[in-house]
């Protein structure tokens, strides 16, 4: 079955820590995103990339790096700069071009210890 | 920039009540709009969709209508489901292909 496997579901982090959560896709599409969602609040977008080997910035992304060598693959860094990681992170896809359906990993739950 | 404005929540319902989650954007030019629906711990799904004015997406029971002169796109559901029961997101994907969300709206239906 085509879709967006996101792991690890669960994840802590200690302080000081960098970690990184894995986002691969089987459905050939060419933009990826990664969103945060924190309780009661919408989706904030943190990265996206369009093509392989290019990303940009989205609305918040302090404090996290990602990286697209292939184009199933977008993983997602939080690093220790990011002083309130605690999150519900959730990457998405969509074919080539404006308007598309978004499709959704089922998300990382990020905590600190 | 873009922006959605959904009604805000929770929702509590009965079941076999009426539903009707107010939608509410901004945006330049003509987005695609959208529902999708969250469960507990997991992603997000499409619920329905509508790429032009007037358009109405329809799936499960629930229903939207792309309103242009009120920037709206309402979902609702004539007969809610215990089942029916999740987070839903109003979103709308504008000209340069990036995606807007809302807040979300808490739907509890009881039996």
């Known amino acids: 079955d085509g879709g967006i496997t996101q792991s690890p579901k669960y994840l802590f982090r200690k302080e000081g820590q960098n970690v990184t959560l894995s986002c691969e896709q089987n459905l050939n599409h060419d933009a990826m995103y990664w969103y945060r969602q924190d309780p009661g609040q919408g989706l904030r977008l943190i990265y996206y990339s369009q093509i392989v080997n290019d990303f940009q910035k989205g609305d918040i992304a302090e404090g996290y790096s990602v990286s697209r060598e292939k184009k199933e693959s977008f993983p997602l860094t939080v690093t220790s700069a990011q002083k309130n990681p605690t999150a519900f992170y959730l990457c998405?896809?969509?074919?080539?071009?404006?308007?598309?359906?978004?499709?959704f990993g089922a998300g990382t739950r990020l905590s600190v210890l | 920039g873009d922006s959605v404005t959904q009604m805000e929540g929770p929702v509590t319902l009965s079941e076999e009540a009426f539903l009707t989650i107010n939608c509410t954007y901004t945006?330049?030019?003509?987005?695609?709009l959208f529902w999708y629906v969250q469960y507990p711990g997991e992603g997000l799904q499409l619920l329905l969709k509508?790429?032009?004015?007037?358009d109405k997406g329809s799936n499960k029971g629930f229903e939207a209508t792309y309103r242009k002169e009120t920037t709206s796109f309402h979902l609702e559901k004539g007969s809610v489901q215990v089942s029916d029961s999740a987070v839903y997101f109003c979103a709308l994907t504008g000209n340069a292909g990036k995606s807007t969300f809302g807040d979300g709206t808490t739907l509890t239906v009881k039996p």
């Open positions: 998405a896809s969509t074919e080539t071009g404006a308007k598309n359906i978004q499709y």
């Open positions: 509508a790429t032009k004015a007037d």
């Open positions: 945006a330049t030019g003509y987005p695609s």
